[in-house]
């Protein structure tokens, strides 16, 4: 029994540790200094990361080892050093690697952008399909960005929208957005991994959208399963954009509206008064995202007479000059104005249902089977708006009527105007034709219908659009669901989804799994893509105009996947493991 126990222990220890001594010790000496620099190099990462989450500058312009201005980093290190007493002795003796230097911040920044693109490349792997949602901007160094985020379902049946990276573009022409884009793309999906993107999303701009030279179609001839997608928030303003541009009283109406802001801006004397009496800035409005005009539109319709008492005390306070006092008679005549005060009433009904489904727009776990009900639920509030303005439409002015009012016969013509060209281009625009067909099939409300006849071309075309999925199962899964009223209450895809998981059907309903996972996949706006750029801008200022890409993403990853680096337990073992291996140093991180 002896010899069987030395046997099977033979070979499975070093020779050198049990021969000598001397190499014991000199290993555990090693590893005793191994632990020490890990446990110096993690307070560092600490530090770094903090840094990145916060977007806070690393090191200032004037910024070097010794300066009276330590900065940010520097000053944090100097905190955490407080409190622990390793790091800051490490800090008052070391020689060989203190690991304050700007190199080692870059290096540690390197090894975290890798950290995470792994883990985050590894989600990739192992989900069963992805979409892309790109856009592109100019910084303030004048070089063009492109955003790429990666949208799909995790491990924990959870959807994710992670950023990837910003890709720096020669020019905003399709070629070179395509060519930097597919290049990126080539690197992330493997040969066999092609079919796994499934949609590609975009802001609509005519270089990304073009059917014969856009992006999306350069894209799909490698990616034939990458639909093309336009973002629905985009369209939404483009629907308010038509609905305002196609009356002309509405353009004069809105023009006027946004000069009330600008009146105030532009002098601080004036902005005082505006504070004493209205007690509230205006919102600045836009012409490309429409619910800040419904912030404006709500703003100016509550403070109506305050606004009207405000234009009056600086007409006759006699403290302003000429200029001031005729433009400030101009929009109280306005705000006085019948139909003036008729459009602000009228769009004071709409503006919130663009701004609630713009709202929901913004949410990351919106599909198109979600979409389809928000956008039932907004045309039917613009469509009641309309049948109201049938009746005859009283605005509360308490002045004398102009000379040229509107009837209230044209009232009601322009009322239903609008609210018809809304729904005409919401009709056009929303309509679910090609591979969006297909969230059709999973409506719940319309599953009593399906019962009695099946959407037959609606699967049709899903099939058409997603060849992986096999028809004739499909077919018999979704007939059996709608048919049980167990699925009958789940109001979406993701509902439904998550109680096939529950109750454990993913083999049993393998195609509808599939398709769900598609539709929940798919994006419908890009507004991840357009955060990216908010943090962009926080991160790389005028003052850091000259930062590098490399370190550009990692800040930018470890501010935007601050969730995912929080709940990576290991996150920080593995960044010190790969910023050992950059390359051959003084200081040892690795055990023996």
Same mark, same amino acid.
């Given at each position: ?242 609905? +305002? %541009?196609? #009356?002309? &009283?509405? /353009? ?9 802001? !600008?009146?105030? $801006? =532009? ?111 907004? +045309? %039917?509030? #613009?469509? &009641?708006? /309309? ?9 509360? !002015?308490?002045? $004398? =009527? ?132 908010? $943090? ?57």
């Amino acid at each position: 029994m002896d010899s069987c126990l030395k046997f099977s222990a033979f070979g499975r220890v070093n020779i050198a540790t049990l021969l000598d001594e001397s190499y014991r010790l000199a290993v555990r000496r090693h590893n005793d200094e191994v632990s020490k620099n890990r446990h110096i190099l993690a307070r560092l990462i600490d530090c770094v990361k903090f840094c990145g989450v916060f977007e806070l500058a690393l090191r200032g312009k004037d910024e070097s080892e010794g300066s009276n201005n330590p900065g940010v980093f520097r000053s944090l290190v100097d905190l955490v050093a407080s409190l622990d007493e390793a790091f800051e002795d490490h800090l008052k003796t070391a020689t060989v690697f203190k690991g304050t230097s700007k190199t080692v911040q870059n290096e540690l920044l390197e090894s975290m952008l890798a950290v995470i693109r792994g883990h985050i490349t590894e989600e990739v792997k192992s989900t069963k399909f992805v979409a892309i949602l790109a856009d592109e901007t100019t910084d303030v160094s004048t070089q063009t960005q492109l955003v790429l985020v990666l949208r799909y379902i995790d491990s924990n049946h959870a959807v994710q929208e992670r950023f990837f990276e910003f890709l720096p573009v020669m020019d905003a022409t399709s070629e070179s957005i395509a060519g930097v884009l597919l290049d990126r793309l080539n690197g992330l999906f493997s040969e066999g991994d092609r079919e796994k993107l499934i949609a590609q999303a975009y802001d609509g701009a005519s270089v990304m959208r073009g059917e014969r030279a856009g992006v999306q179609q350069k894209v799909c001839v490698h990616f034939k399963n990458a639909h093309y997608v336009h973002c629905y928030a985009h369209q939404l303003n483009l629907i308010m954009q038509q609905a +305002t %541009s196609h #009356v002309p &009283a509405v /353009r004069v109406f809105y023009s006027d509206l946004c000069g009330i802001d !600008t009146f105030f $801006t =532009r002098s601080p004397k004036r902005t005082s008064i505006l504070d004493q009496i209205v007690e509230r800035r205006l919102p600045r409005a836009s012409s490309t995202r429409w619910n800040f005009n419904s912030r404006i539109v709500n703003t100016v319709h509550e403070n109506l007479d305050d606004l009207m008492q405000c234009f009056e005390s600086i007409r006759t306070s006699g403290s302003f000059d000429s200029t001031t006092v005729r433009e400030a008679s101009g929009f109280l005549r306005m705000l006085q104005d019948e139909d003036f005060q008729f459009f602000l009433q009228l769009f004071h009904q709409i503006m919130p249902q663009v701004d609630m489904l713009y709202q929901r727009l913004q949410k990351k776990d919106i599909n198109a089977v979600f979409i389809k009900r928000a956008l039932q639920s907004f +045309t %039917s509030s #613009v469509q &009641a708006i /309309r049948d109201s303005s049938q009746q005859q439409q009283e605005v509360a !002015t308490g002045t $004398t =009527r102009p000379r040229r009012a509107l009837g209230e016969e044209e009232k009601q013509k322009l009322s239903r105007e609008i609210c018809n060209t809304i729904l005409a281009h919401a009709k056009k625009r929303f309509s679910f034709s090609d591979h969006l067909v297909s969230a059709t099939l999973l409506q719940a409300r319309m599953f009593e219908q399906h019962c009695h006849t099946f959407p037959v071309e609606a699967l049709n075309a899903t099939v058409r659009a997603y060849p992986m999925l096999k028809k004739a199962k499909l077919r018999t899964e979704l007939s059996l669901i709608y048919e049980n009223q167990e699925f009958k209450g789940c109001c979406g895809a993701l509902a439904l989804y998550q109680v096939l998981q529950r109750y454990n059907l993913q083999e049993t309903f393998s195609e509808t799994v599939a398709l769900l996972n598609i539709l929940i996949t798919t994006p419908m706006t890009t507004a991840e893509a357009e955060r990216c750029f908010s $943090t962009l801008k926080r991160i790389k200022t005028f003052l850091r105009n000259a930062m590098g890409q490399e370190r550009l993403n990692a800040l930018a990853m470890l501010s935007m996947e601050r969730e995912l680096v929080r709940n990576m337990p290991d996150f920080n073992e593995r960044v010190i493991d790969h910023f050992a291996a950059l390359k051959e140093r003084r200081a040892k991180f690795q055990y023996k």
